[in-house]
């Protein structure tokens, strides 16, 4: 068992940056791949960015177009997203998952079995 606790959302205004974060506590965090998701209401959770448990190999979703980073550091079984240049499409619950995963699969929510409980973020001037 893996739990995972988000933290870091917030209001923020458009060109803005946040970084959420990502606590996992049980088993070991380094035995998983980390994944990031975002979810808006009346919408299907979809994928934003991975990182292989070594954290060699991020992998993003189209949309990020060079404005997040995904990291990880293993040490203190943590993960984060960095987010850049935000605008008010990027509205939405973000959510950590952890699973074995690779980098090179297509990347849904089946394939996580751990989640956290999601952080808002809201873009808003």
């Known amino acids: 068992q893996v739990q995972l606790v988000e933290s870091g959302g917030g209001l923020v205004q458009p060109g803005g940056s946040l970084r959420l974060s990502c606590a996992a506590s049980?088993?070991?965090?380094?035995?998983?791949?980390a994944a990031w998701f975002r979810q808006v209401p009346g919408a299907e959770r979809e994928f934003v960015a991975l990182?292989?448990?070594?954290?060699?190999?991020?992998v993003y979703a189209d949309f990020v177009k060079g404005r997040f980073t995904v990291s990880r550091d293993n040490t203190k079984s943590m993960a984060y997203l960095e987010m850049n240049n935000l605008t008010p499409e990027d509205t939405a619950v973000y959510y950590c998952a952890a699973d074995r995963v690779a980098a090179g699969a297509a990347i849904t929510t089946t394939l996580f079995q751990y989640w956290g409980q999601g952080t808002q973020v809201t873009v808003s001037s």
């Open positions: 990182i292989t448990l070594s954290g060699f190999r991020a």
């Open positions: 049980g088993r070991a965090f380094s035995s998983y791949a």
